[in-house]
């Protein structure tokens, strides 16, 4: 079974930073590209950062470039973000995402193009 588990969301001040982990089970991480996107209240689902499969290529969301660091290690099967200069508007539920095989880089935002999903982490920046 394919089994997903996101954690390191929680309260922060704006500003302050956080490290959110998901660790996968049930299939070859290895050979998955891996996306971490996020849903603000009210608002859709956005890609913030994803990195390949193959060359560890990354790809980051505009408004999260620079202080946000997409990681992966294939010995631990887990993928990390590391936020950092939270702000008040990266309230969000974070989940990660897993594609089998590699993505297309115009592609990388789209939710369409994962397979499976983790259960999703809060986020909470207060100001």
Known sequence: ???????????VQAGGS???SCAASGFT????????????PGKEREGV??????????YYADSVKGRFTISRDNAKNTVYLQMSSLK???TAVYYCAFKAGIIRGSRWYRALEFDYWGQ???VTVSS
């Open 29 to 40: 991480f290895d050979d998955y590209t891996i996306g971490w996107f996020r849903q603000a």
């Open 88 to 90: 008040p508007e990266d």
């Open 120 to 122: 999703g982490t809060l």
């Open 18 to 20: 956080l490290r959110l």
């Open 49 to 58: 950062s994803c990195i390949s499969s193959t060359d560890g290529s990354t």
């Open 1 to 11: 079974d394919v089994q997903l588990q996101a954690s390191g969301g929680g309260l």
